[in-house]
């Protein structure tokens, strides 16, 4: 197997085997994650698009690879999928950009 | 698009496809899996045994007015194949010896194709027995002989099973065939006109879904909740139960999961869902089918892959009940399609 790379697909399938080195810290997060996803408050299907959406902002390719199938299975249509990766690049971006509001403040505290 | 059967595929022939479910598509051993008959060995259900036979499912010929992308029965306008009245004649014979028999579920194709459709409702219904019929909602607007089906299942206390794979036409389309979930859409607003699946009649009305796609059904309460929410809202349908259902790797469906590169993925996904509670409620366990030939199957898959019930009653003719209540049903790989997740019957998920 050609290993000279840091993602592996098929490594998705392994998550569980985190276990085999901390089972009770393992147990406590897939407890807890399996619960974060149920229906609640928000339904199983919100959360799945919101999902989506996070998996894109911190670039998780095991997290789109997971929530894409996810999200459509739920039943979402690929234009409401591309408007939440959308929603995400928005936030991403305003992120960036409203920091220029910190530039603009210490340019003008150091200009004359 | 034309029947698996019509365009001479190789996968028309079942043999073909239990080779590919044993050792994978491009060469032997290929892609394997661990065999189903092992995996239930582990839980102990291994020989699985009929619990009761309750159920007696019909397929009334393989003749359909649509060709659905992921058909198991390889059905379509192309196929002539279709149950004679003397079969359904031992059919009714059997029925009348057998009362443990109380629902008869009439599958095909499209069933109300064959022309002995009203003849043989009629007479099951003469022998009391509730009666399902497996409608594709279209063929009541195909042809307007057919027009007047709402009004005769409401006579005769039927109970509709339509498939709807989504509530939005795109899903529907791709799976079903151009203008499908148009006139679905129009056959579901004439049944609940005659009173089907109106709150206050006992007309049941129950609405399938299909994944349209490579995966597996959500589930199946919360998807009901959005499919009534939707339908109710855009155009004004309702309807009692929405039954999910998984797609079995065979035929027209094991097509699209070869040609789409799908295949070996969407097996691991199902062994990967593997569940000991649905596979103790399998529906093979209370069902028997029995093919447009007369031949008999412990459920549609294993009759759409020729896999006989392992006993000496094959056929409606050697009918024998003793026999059938001690096969062991017969298991192959799509087995697995049974029991993923919260498991799939032709009466949707079988736990909660």
Not at chain 2, 65 to 92: S, W, Y
Not at chain 2, 207 to 220: D, E
Not at chain 2, 249 to 265: C, H, T
């Amino acid at each position: 197997m050609d290993n000279n790379h840091y993602y592996n697909a098929s490594d998705l399938g392994k998550f569980g085997k985190i276990a085999d080195y901390q089972q009770p810290l393992a147990d406590k997060f897939f407890g807890w994650y399996g619960e974060v996803f149920a229906d609640g408050a928000l339904t199983a299907r919100e959360k799945s698009l919101i999902a989506l959406a996070v998996a894109h902002a911190v670039q998780c390719p095991y997290c789109i690879d997971a929530y894409s199938s996810d999200a459509y299975e739920k039943g979402y249509n690929e234009a409401q999928m591309m408007e939440a990766v959308h929603v995400a690049a928005a936030i991403k971006g305003g992120a960036a950009l409203v920091h220029g509001v910190q530039m603009m403040n210490k340019v003008k505290e150091i200009a004359m | 698009m034309k029947s698996l059967h019509a365009q001479g595929s190789k996968l028309a022939d079942s043999q073909q496809q239990l080779d590919i479910l044993a050792h994978g598509a491009a060469t032997m051993d290929a892609f394997t899996l661990i065999p189903f008959q092992q995996k239930i060995e582990q839980i102990g259900l291994y020989p699985l045994q009929p619990t009761a036979m309750n159920i007696f499912q019909v397929n009334l010929g393989k003749m359909c007015n649509q060709v659905c992308r992921h058909c198991h029965v390889d059905a379509g306008p192309d196929r002539k194949v279709i149950m004679t009245r003397e079969t359904m004649q031992q059919c009714l014979e059997i029925l009348q010896l057998h009362p443990n028999f109380t629902t008869v579920d009439l599958t095909g194709g499209a069933p109300e194709l064959n022309p002995d459709f009203r003849w043989f409702v009629d007479e099951i219904r003469k022998l009391n027995r509730h009666v399902i019929v497996r409608c594709n909602l279209t063929i009541i607007l195909a042809n307007k002989r057919f027009n007047d089906l709402p009004d005769y299942f409401k006579s005769h206390s039927i109970e509709v099973v339509s498939s709807l794979p989504s509530y939005t036409r795109d899903r529907t389309d791709r799976q079903r065939g151009d203008g499908v979930f148009e006139d679905s859409i129009k056959a579901l607003q004439l049944l609940n006109s005659v009173g089907y699946g109106i709150d206050g009649t006992d007309l049941v009305l129950n609405l399938v879904y299909n994944p349209a796609g490579a995966f597996l059904p959500p589930a199946q309460q919360a998807l009901e909740k959005e499919y009534k929410a939707a339908l109710g809202k855009d155009f004004g349908i309702s309807f009692n139960s929405l039954y999910t259902i998984t797609n079995m790797p065979i035929s027209r469906y094991l097509d699209y999961l070869l040609q789409s590169g799908n295949y070996e993925k969407y097996m691991e996904k199902l062994l990967g869902a593997f569940n000991p509670a649905a596979a103790a409620n399998v529906m093979c366990r209370n069902t028997l089918s029995v093919g447009w030939d007369g031949y008999l199957y412990d459920c549609d898959f294993n009759q759409m892959l020729d896999l006989k019930v392992d006993c000496t009653a094959k056929h409606v003719s050697m009918f024998d009940a003793t026999a059938l209540a001690n096969r062991h049903i017969v298991v192959n790989q799509h087995c697995f399609g049974c029991t993923a997740g919260a498991g799939s019957s032709c009466g949707g998920a079988v736990t909660q």
